[in-house]
């Protein structure tokens, strides 16, 4: 299972909603997903239907010894794509990992289940650098960093970078940024294009060629609990996020 932290340290650039649609378009090219939402806010967890009511959360698989990935992973309307809700109560988690010693490798000890079970393992996560978001990349192999083309994303950017470097050096030398996509994109603005264009310059080998423009269906999509794919299948933004996750799995070898 090759483990992927979807990660932004600045809010509003489409992190789940990239976890959502990306996970969908690794389905349907026949892989097995796991999807976990690990954000207190609960996006992603509220934007995809489960095939019944889920009664444990990730919340349960941090604290709870006993509790397994199988105990919480819940299958989802979405063909080959399963779920690891969110819980409002994130927090309870936070302090209580924070006083355990070795509280980071808590996520990587329970994936280790899910090993044969799912191809890729997607982990939506906060903005927020805390033990959560630690856990995640410690877990992953990859991290992804989604980037809306608003000047002040770029900050973000940095500060996201610097944050998986510092876990890769002190926690897991394993880890490395699978790439860095604009998922949200004014081609109509000047300024969009001038925001991309200095991130190509800066990370040439991870900025991501697919991009994804501004787009009203996906948005709508969310809300129906749809990915694009099944919203609006022949609309131009189930067509990037295809050639997005086409170019992620290229860059992963599969």
């Known amino acids: 299972m090759t483990t992927i932290t979807v990660c932004q340290r600045k809010g509003g ?39 019944g009511i889920p009664t444990l ?32 109560s994130l927090s309870g988690a936070i302090r209580e990992l924070d006083g355990e010693v070795g509280s980071h490798l808590v996520l990587s000890e329970k994936l280790r289940v899910g090993e044969a079970t799912y191809d ?67 081609g109509r603005s000047s300024l969009a294009k001038e925001v991309i264009e200095k991130a190509r310059g800066e990370y040439p080998e991870l900025v991501c060629g697919a991009t994804v423009a501004q787009n009203i269906r996906i948005e709508e999509a969310q809300v129906v609990r749809r990915s694009v794919f099944e919203y609006a299948r022949d609309d131009r933004g189930a067509a990037q996020y295809r050639a997005l996750a086409d170019e992620l ?3 992963m070898g599969r």
Do not use: M
């Open 57 to 88: 959360t990730i919340e349960n698989l941090l604290v709870e010894e006993a509790v397994t990935l199988p105990d919480v992973a819940t299958a989802t309307e979405w063909e080959g794509v399963s779920l690891i809700p969110a819980s409002a």
């Open 13 to 51: 650039n489409g992190k789940s909603t990239s976890s959502l649609n990306l996970a969908h378009a690794f389905a349907l090219s026949g892989l097995r997903v796991l999807l976990i939402d690990l954000d207190d806010q609960k996006n992603t967890t509220s934007a995809i239907a489960t095939r």
């Open 249 to 251: 799995l290229s860059r």
């Open 120 to 186: 890729i393992c997607l982990i939506d996560t906060s903005p927020s650098l805390n033990i959560l978001v630690v856990n995640a990349l410690v877990a992953s192999r990859y991290a992804f960093i989604p980037l809306s083309s608003r000047y002040f994303s770029l900050q973000g950017l940095g500060q996201t970078l610097e944050s998986v470097q510092k876990v890769s050096s002190r926690l897991n030398p394993s880890l490395s940024v699978l790439g860095i996509a604009f998922v949200i994109h004014d």
